[in-house]
């Protein structure tokens, strides 16, 4: 047991870790949003609980608080991105499609470039020495912190899908001028669910500064946010499952491949490929059983436009 | 600012996003008529770049498979001329463009007849994509090659102008891409906009099923134009490796996203709006001043927030529908 | 049933609670075979199988030879992080040498400092690798001490000079404390920074920073960066007409320059942390078997890599004369190689080298080198005295 904790448990909690991740995704997507932020407001979360926990600014706090500290820091990484969604969510989300995606990975992308230039984050080193939360000794202890908070955002996530407000994601999703004329404010529940996304994001940062010692500019990047699109995707997109099941089967796949050396990263491409091919309702979707029909044909969410320079059109 | 410095920016600013230009020309047109972005293309924009290494060096360092290989022992039959250069040039482009085609046929086509989420595309296209730099860097090895400095023949490697008692300066294969991608985006545009095929394309991509009732043979079009896409991409990837090394298996995985912010302004579906984007792009990284050089990266996607939420239909693209 | 089920279970108890040493004897590899640091991490990767192979046809330890085993590092945290825990867990290695990014170092050193496993870093640089605990020590020196050579040498070649454009990779940790060294060793010799321009490892269009460059009017550049991106803009600014001396630094010491920068790589200063023209046996000889198998002179990465499991391997043969390594229990083997590393005196590749209680190395010789182009692709690195 020790030796398979040993040597899987690291892997086990990033499977967690990706499962959260593919969720703070799916919270947007629910409402018909598409928006790839997560691993920006990810590496914001894990700045503040880097910068709380090393610190010298902070230093009479964690004299005080001890191991409240670590509270503390998901609580400001919470409330920091929440603030932070809101404040991009509301322009951004007047974007729809491909368009709003976009605009969140510039927002990425611009975090990406300000982390590397301020001093208090550690430019391109990083933050690092970050104290092991609750003074755990193995990193697979940190199950602790993120098995609950999985458990937490699912049962959430199923709450919300029952109440008034997921019935007004799912309204917007389906068809948001519709749900418009029926007096569901669309606006207003695309930023709720961006927001939720956000915090959820922001919280696993703050937990996993901790967990990987080291914080720095290169965890809020685009490839990340393709690689947790592929978690929901893979998944599957319309259960909160497919999140949680994408996640931990594509984090775990390149591991477990390991064996083939050089040709693990080849493989893994394929199992993506191959993946995306024979399982377009994902993994939970195909799981499902029951033969649902396929969900509409999402309308592109822009035009297809072929114009030809002189051409007119 | 000065003239001198002013005209200097806009040249600069030219060169960095004809790079993104070119890099995005071959994105868009698939993006154009089937309505997926294909993260695939920076690796076929490699691809090509590698083919025509293969053509006109072929010999390999000591990491991967083929390490230690020398093709042409007594030099390559296609080194030593401008021209044949340009022709191993269009030879790689066209296996990339054959790779396009097999990636098409591999990783889209089974997916269009499934029904799944159109989503799944990126998913499907980023494992290609995936595969494909790493059988790279399997067969040779991660370092950087480069193409002959006289693969253009001797030509002076900067031309500079006086502007009163001031130069200004640009290096002439930044000229050369600058000027491809025009002479492409005029080729694509006559292509697209008078040609049968043209129509028949913009066919497909208005609505697939009509044009499928109308005798056009869906398929077959949009292998045509993944082939375009990937010879417009390997072109690229050759051009862009002449003027900075093919910098290793990720050389054009490392445009995707700057590719991606390129069309998308530019107008999805637009292909002068790759260009136009590529450009503006471009320039707006070679005017951050100096002293905020460390943020240029940022003030280019901050400018894209900006201009998509002005007009997010893109600079060329045609406003949004609303479905009513 | 049960008896045997016990039985085993009791046995899998003791074997965890004594595991004995390996023969083979297991030495973990853990640096980027994969990701965009692959370029870096290949030539670490020549550098230890070259180790591996010198050591083993010179008897191994004391008749054992040792086993080199590759775990893919790539070039994040997590995959560091992995790779260290499968060295330590599943391959029972006695030591580790890698990672090969000092961001990854931060995240996955710890890991081998909780489980009580030697780890030498091959090329990581950043200030407090070696203070990330007891067992983490290093074959990289921090570039401060080498820079200042540089600029002196520079000065050397050029006395007339006065005023430097400083440029530095933003993104890549390595740079960025490099050029802190560069730009108080120009202060320090009298030289004024003119300009201070950043960029990103992934960067390829220099233009804008080279334009800089040429308005400030410099006479010396200093640059900090790796191959493709240092390469680049060594070509970028003498193909816009930059004409003084370059400075490069650590990181542009790998002839994965030359086909970059090609002839415009004539004349660049490089600040090494080793150069193939060292004259100690132990190098000569490593410098003839890498000619022998890649028909060029060995990088410095690779020299690292092969000093990481050399030292590794020095301090594993006192300990065997001690009592034979098979003997051991690993556990112990672990404890006692992490004290031998830190207590002995090495003559590797780079020179003669220690580490101070902390586990930092202690190398005696830098260089400074001009690079030599003979055509558009070879050339060498002329070591300046």
């Known amino acids: ?313 | 600012m000065e003239l001198s410095q002013l005209i200097q920016n806009l040249m600069n600013g030219l060169a960095i996003g004809s790079v993104y230009a070119i890099f995005a020309l071959g994105y868009t047109l698939v993006f154009s008529i089937l309505g997926i972005i294909n993260f695939a293309h920076g690796a076929v924009f490699t691809l090509g770049a590698y083919f025509t290494y293969t053509l006109v060096v072929g010999q390999f360092e000591n990491n991967g498979l083929l390490k230690g290989i020398n093709l042409f022992p007594d030099g390559s039959p296609f080194s030593g001329n401008p021209w044949l250069f340009a022709l191993a040039t269009l030879i790689g482009a066209a296996v990339a463009g054959l790779v396009a085609v097999l990636i098409e046929r591999l990783a889209f086509r089974p997916m269009r007849s499934r029904g799944g989420d159109p989503l799944l595309a990126l998913v499907s296209s980023l494992g290609v994509a995936l595969v494909v730099v790493n059988l790279i860097q399997l067969l040779v090895g991660a370092e950087i090659y480069n193409f002959p400095s006289d693969a253009y023949g001797q030509v002076r490697p900067a031309l500079s102008f006086h502007i009163g008692e001031k130069v200004v300066i640009i290096r002439t294969v930044q000229l050369i891409i600058f000027a491809v991608s025009l002479v492409m985006l005029a080729l694509l545009g006559y292509v697209i906009g008078r040609t049968r095929v043209g129509k028949a394309l913009r066919a497909v991509a208005e609505n697939p099923g009509t044009a499928s009732l109308l005798g056009i043979s869906v398929d077959r079009f949009i292998l045509i134009t993944f082939f375009l896409s990937g010879f417009l991409g390997g072109l690229a990837g050759t051009l862009v490796g002449t003027a900075f090394g093919v910098a290793g298996p990720y050389f054009g995985v490392s445009y995707g996203l700057k590719g991606l912010a390129v069309i998308v302004l530019g107008g999805l579906g637009s292909i002068p709006g790759a260009v136009v984007g590529g450009l503006v792009i471009g320039l707006a990284e070679a005017f951050v001043p100096a002293q905020y050089s460390a943020y240029k990266d940022a003030v280019a996607f901050a400018l894209l927030f900006v201009i998509l939420l002005v007009r997010p239909q893109g600079l060329l693209g045609r406003a949004q529908i609303q479905k009513v | 049933m049960n008896r045997a089920a016990l039985t085993i279970a009791l046995a899998l108890i003791a074997s965890v609670s004594a595991e004995k040493v390996q023969t083979p004897v297991p030495i973990g590899v853990a640096l980027a075979q994969t990701s965009n640091t692959a370029l870096l991490g290949q030539e670490q990767v020549i550098g230890a199988r070259l180790a591996e192979k010198h050591i083993n046809a010179h008897g191994g330890i004391g008749g054992t030879p040792i086993k080199l085993v590759f775990q893919d590092a790539a070039g994040d945290e997590n995959s560091a992080i992995n790779a260290f825990q499968n060295l330590i867990t599943k391959s029972n290695v006695v030591g580790i040498v890698g990672p090969t990014l000092s961001q990854q170092a931060f995240a996955a050193d710890p890991i081998a400092e909780r489980a009580r496993v030697p780890v030498l870093g091959p090329s990581n640089t950043a200030k407090g690798i070696p203070q990330i605990g007891d067992y983490v020590a290093r074959v990289s020196a921090p570039i401060a001490v080498v820079a200042p050579n540089a600029v002196r040498q520079a000065m050397k070649l050029d006395p007339k000079i006065k005023k430097a454009a400083v440029l530095y990779a933003q993104n890549d940790a390595f740079s960025v404390s490099e050029t802190e060294a560069f730009q108080k060793a120009a202060k320090d010799q009298g030289i004024s920074v003119a300009t201070v321009q950043k960029f990103q490892t992934t960067d390829t269009d220099f233009t804008t920073q080279v334009t800089a460059v040429l308005n400030a009017d410099v006479d010396l550049v200093i640059l900090s960066g790796l191959a493709a991106d240092g390469g680049n803009l060594v070509k970028q600014l003498r193909q816009l007409g930059y004409k003084g001396l370059i400075v490069g630094g650590n990181g542009l010491n790998t002839s994965n320059i030359f086909p970059v920068c090609q002839k415009y790589c004539d004349g660049v200063i490089i600040a090494q942390a080793y150069s193939p023209a060292q004259p100690s046996a132990a190098n000569q000889l490593f410098v003839k078997e890498y000619r022998a198998q890649y028909k060029k002179d060995p990088p410095q990465f690779a020299a690292q890599a092969y000093a990481g499991v050399q030292v590794m391997t020095d301090a594993l043969r006192v300990l065997d004369r001690k009592k034979k390594l098979a003997q051991w229990d690993l556990d112990e083997l672990r404890a006692a190689l992490n004290k031998q590393i830190l207590a002995g005196k090495y003559n590797t590749p780079l020179g003669e080298l220690r580490f101070d209680k902390e586990g930092e190395i202690l190398q005696k010789d830098f260089y400074v080198a001009q690079i030599r182009m003979k055509d558009a692709k070879t050339g060498t690195f002329v070591f300046l005295k």
Not at chain 1, 20 to 34: D, V
Not at chain 1, 88 to 95: E, I, M, S, T, Y
Not at chain 1, 265 to 270: E, P, T
Not at chain 1, 271 to 299: C, D, E, H, K, N
Request: with cysteine; net charge positive; charged share 10%.
């Open chain 1, 1 to 313: 047991m020790g030796d398979f904790l040993g040597q899987y448990g690291f892997l086990i909690v990033t499977m967690v870790q990706a499962g959260l991740l593919g969720l703070s995704l799916y919270f947007p997507l629910q409402a018909g949003q598409l928006s790839l932020a997560s691993p920006g407001f990810y590496a914001v979360g894990g700045y503040v609980a880097a910068i709380l926990l090393t610190n010298p600014a902070f230093a009479g706090w964690r004299d005080a608080l001890g191991n409240g500290m670590f509270p503390l820091t998901w609580l400001a990484a919470a409330l920091i991105c929440g603030v932070l969604g809101l404040i991009v969510g509301v322009p951004a989300l007047r974007l729809r499609g491909i368009y709003l995606a976009l605009a969140t990975i510039a927002f990425i992308e611009i975090l990406r470039v300000i982390s590397l230039n301020l001093s208090i984050t550690g430019g391109a080193i990083g933050i690092f020495g970050i104290p092991q939360a609750f003074g755990f000794q193995d990193r697979w202890q940190y199950i602790w912190l993120f098995g609950p908070l999985l458990i937490l955002t699912l049962l959430f996530a199923r709450q919300l899908e029952r109440s008034r407000v997921g019935r007004a994601f799912r309204a917007i999703r389906e068809d948001e001028l519709a749900a418009d004329a029926m007096g569901v404010p669309p606006t207003h529940y695309k930023v709720l669910a961006f927001v939720i996304g956000a915090v959820l994001a922001g919280l696993v940062g703050a937990m996993s500064a901790p967990f990987l010692n080291t914080w720095n500019a290169k965890q809020g990047t685009f490839d990340a946010s393709i690689a947790i699109l592929a978690f929901v995707l893979i998944g599957g997109s319309r259960n909160i499952w497919g999140p949680v099941v994408g996640g931990a089967l594509l984090t775990a796949v390149p591991e477990l491949l390991r064996f083939l050396a050089d040709w693990r990263l080849v493989i893994n491409g394929l199992v993506l490929v191959v993946a995306s091919l024979y399982l377009p309702q994902g993994i939970v979707g195909a799981l499902g059983g029951v033969r649902r029909p396929p969900p509409p044909r999402r309308p592109p969410s822009v035009p297809v436009v072929v114009e030809a320079p002189g051409g007119g059109s």
